[in-house]
Structure formats: C-alpha cells, structure tokens
C-alpha cells in the first residue's frame, strides 16, 4: 500500500471514530457512571430566549484587513425545570454572521420538542440540520446546553469529560495592529501575561515584532489572518520571525491559497496553523500536509461538541492543536476553556479585550488558564 494510500485511509478512519465519542455524562476507568435523574424523571420542556448585545472594545482591534471598535453578539438562555444555560454567539465580519442572520435561525429553533437535554446528539443533529452555515448561531446553542447539562448534574463539565483541569496551558494576549508607540503600549499593559499572539499582515510586520521584543522576551504566537501574499516572501519572514522566538504561524496565505501553503508547511521552521482556511469537522483531514496544526474556535465548529471531537481527529491526524476564542464575553470563553486542558497552545483572551462583560468565569493567573468548579461551563452573570 503506498503512502498516500495509507494517509487517506488514516484521515478517513480520523474521521469517523469522531463521530462515536461520548461527552456529556460519558464514564471513565474507576469512576461510577454518570446519571441524569432530573433528566430522566423530568416532564419539563426546554424554553430558548435570546437578545443581541454589543461588545465594547478596550482598544481598536486592527487585524490584516480590518479594524473595530465592537463586535456584534447573541446571549442565549436555555431553561429547563427551573434552571439555566447561559449560551453566546460571537459575529466578528469575516464569519458572515449577524444579530439578525442569528436572530433569525434561533426563531426556528423549536426545542420544546425534546424533554431530556441529555440528549445532545440528537438535539444538536437536528439544530445542525436547520440550515446551512450558521456555525455561531448554532454554538450558542450548544454552548447553552452544555452549560444547562452540567448545572443538572451540579459538575463542571471538565470533570464530566475526565479533563484535568490542573493541566490547563498558558494563553496569549493579543497586540493588534498599531504604530510603534501603541503597540509598545499594549505589550507593556500586558505584562502579567507569559506569552502574547501578534497580529501581522498590514505591512509593518517587522516593525510590530521589534517595537513587542524592545520590551518584553516572551514567547510569541504570530497571526497574519491571510495578510502575505507570496509564498517565497513569507518563507523568508517565518525563518526571521524563528530567529525572534516565534512559536508558531497562524494562517499566512490566502485560505484558497492550498499549494503554496502546502509548500510553506513543508520548509517552515515554525509550525503553520491553519485558522480561516478551518471550519467544520468534515474538512479536517483535508488539510493533513497543508497546515502543521488547527485553530478551533467554538464560533466556527458549532460548538463544544465537534470542537471536542475536532481534537480527537486532529491528534489522530499528528497535527498540533490550538484553542482560540473570537471577541467574547466569559460566557464562550470559559466554555472554550474547559476543552484547554487538551490542547498544545490556547489563545483565550476575548473577554479580556472588551469592557462589557456581563458574566465572571475561567481566570487567568499568572497568565495560565484557571478553571473554577462552578458546574457547567464554569460561570455567573454579574449583570444584566
């Protein structure tokens, strides 16, 4: 068998032992199984409500491309027999979601129809099949029911899933794309944090990573969101970026741009992280030999569930995994945090570039994602 042919078959395989793992109330050696007695003796229905919010930013965020102020969001509430499940769906502009594409997909969103949230994968198959696309307005879905499952069963859902919660890694802080002064500026605010993800891409690269390295020798994270355009250039910038203590690349060329990126993975010195160019689950295996490793982002995969299982194929895959967050309340960041324990780097910042958050969850403590033991996705609302 050759050994493209063993690489397909590998992928395939990936694939579709993702589709069998179990999370919410799934057991593990020496541990008692799990039961749902509220869920199985309850004659409840499960009642959705949302509204859209505005996030504010701290500071202009300017990214290869773009820049903003706010971010568009959905809060979600699921209410079961007296108890709630706080939900989130996050629109930055590349998505191509809004309030009202959310709004809209969540109006047709009937789930009075089930009487066990237990049930994830059948709830969750049948908002998937609602429409297509839509990934953030379905996270917040999932989001919420992970977060009404574990309050049921009074667990955080790390200890439901068997995670560690001490081996939690470090997360970046993000330095946009600014003039020197700024940047230098941001880096030194974010001082209590061990490592820091850069934005590159608006044509001052060398200036960022020089003005972030005149005050600070932390490792960095860099992510140029599509910004370079030749694949020999951007060859050259990754073996400097190496020389600058760079940890990884984050999404270099155009997401369409498949052979050059291809052949910058296979000479890079650096890890290249696939990000835009990464959405669903059923595109994973597809990028083994183009990317180094992933972004998952809950606002993409649809939520915790696949984004669950995109870790399991990845790791399958021999591909590196990073967990990231859009801009975010700690509603869908701490929901992302309890998957963080898994993964290689995580990026678990957004609550912390906005002025607005409405909930208090997951901390960061000496720049290392800290998780609670509050049940559920590990949060409380502060405000309303």
């Avoid at 891409?201 to 020089?210: A, L, Q, T």
């Avoid at 957004?350 to 049940?375: M, W």
Wanted: aromatic share 6%; charged share 20%.
């Amino acid at each position: 068998m050759n050994s493209g042919r063993r690489s397909f078959l590998k992928s395939a395989g990936a694939v579709s032992l993702a589709t069998a793992i179990p999370l919410v109330g799934c057991t593990t050696p020496g541990n008692p199984p799990v039961s749902t007695p509220r869920a199985q003796m309850g004659k409840g229905r499960m009642k959705l409500s949302f509204s859209p919010y505005e996030l504010q930013l701290k500071h202009t965020f300017t990214v290869a491309g773009n820049s903003r102020n706010t971010t568009p969001v959905v809060l979600t509430e699921i209410e079961y027999e007296g108890v709630t499940g706080y939900g989130e769906a996050s629109m930055p502009p590349y998505l191509g979601e809004s309030q009202e594409s959310v709004t809209g997909f969540l109006q047709r969103v009937n789930l009075e129809q089930f009487t066990d949230p237990f049930m994830l994968d059948e709830i969750l198959a049948y908002v998937d099949s609602l429409a297509e696309g839509n990934s953030a307005a379905k996270a917040c879905v999932d989001i919420a029911l992970h977060d009404l499952t574990g309050k049921l069963l009074d667990q955080p859902l790390y200890r439901l899933w068997g995670i560690n919660p001490r081996n939690t890694p470090m997360t970046s802080f993000t330095i946009g794309i600014d003039t020197a002064e700024v940047v230098k500026a941001k880096t030194i605010e974010a001082d209590r944090f061990k490592v820091l993800k850069v934005k590159l891409g608006g044509g001052n690269d060398r200036e960022m990573i020089s003005t972030v390295r005149s005050v600070t020798s932390v490792p960095i994270y860099v992510d140029v969101n599509q910004g370079w355009k030749d694949k020999h250039e951007s060859l050259e910038m990754v073996y400097w970026l190496k020389e600058q203590g760079v940890i990884f690349v984050e999404q270099p060329l155009s997401k369409t741009a498949i052979d050059e990126m291809a052949w910058l993975t296979e000479r890079s010195p650096l890890p290249i992280i696939a990000d835009e160019a990464f959405q669903r689950l059923s595109g994973l295996a597809a990028l083994k030999g183009v990317y180094s490793g992933i972004n998952i982002k809950l606002m993409k995969s649809t939520g915790l569930r696949e984004a669950h299982k995109m870790i399991t194929v990845a790791r399958a895959l021999d591909m590196k995994v990073m967990i990231g967050c859009m801009t975010e309340t700690s509603c869908a960041v701490s929901a992302a945090s309890q998957l963080s324990p898994l993964v290689d780097w995580a990026d678990l910042d957004g609550n912390l570039l906005i002025s607005n958050d409405l909930y208090e969850g997951v901390k960061v403590v000496d720049g290392k994602v800290t998780l609670n033991e509050l049940p559920g996705i590990g949060i409380k609302k502060t405000a309303s």
